[in-house]
């Protein structure tokens, strides 16, 4: 991801533009290899944090993303956020990577497993985005982030759509 950190420093910015007004208590920002985190209504004091985290070796993506997704549903679905209005809005993860996650190169790296235990949390009109955004070209990443795209089916995972854009350097 270090070739790409202007890339992702701009798309950020674009994310946290549109978001800002959609997430009533403000945006998380999570990093893979960094216990570094942010939350709040201000995009500038998010880009900081950004610009200071660094790129370093491979990331274990499920792990990661695992404790992204059960501390948000345990935030949301708690008794007192159960009855506001935004916890009927859904959920939208923005993941930005190069696709380079720590596994066999023909592995989903336990993605589609963790997707499915996560779901099953969920009551049946909670909604679940998670939108990956890949920087670079790296080829096993593409395929990786291609198949999450296109191949959940496969993995038994019909209520949930992953999305894929491509944001070559």
């Not at 679905?77 to 859904?90: C, M, Y």
Request: with cysteine.
């Amino acid at each position: 991801m270090k070739p790409s950190r202007s890339q992702v420093k701009e798309a950020f910015e674009g994310l946290a533009y549109l978001v800002k007004g959609l997430d009533h208590d403000g945006i998380d920002l999570h990093f893979t290899n960094s216990p570094e985190t942010g939350h709040g209504h201000h995009r500038d004091s998010m880009i900081a944090k950004l610009n200071n985290v660094s790129y370093r070796g491979e990331t274990h993506m499920e792990l990661t993303l695992g404790r992204i997704l059960d501390r948000s549903n345990n935030k949301r679905w708690s008794a007192s956020a159960f009855l506001k209005r935004e916890s009927n809005w859904g959920q939208s993860i923005y993941v930005l990577t190069d696709g380079k996650w720590y596994g066999k190169d023909d592995s989903l790296c336990g993605i589609p497993e963790l997707v499915k235990r996560v779901t099953s949390k969920m009551g049946s009109r909670a909604t679940l985005g998670i939108q990956f955004i890949q920087f670079g070209s790296d080829p096993v990443g593409t395929w990786r982030l291609k198949e999450l795209d296109d191949g959940l089916q496969k993995h038994g995972i019909m209520q949930v759509r992953l999305c894929l854009k491509d944001l070559l350097s």
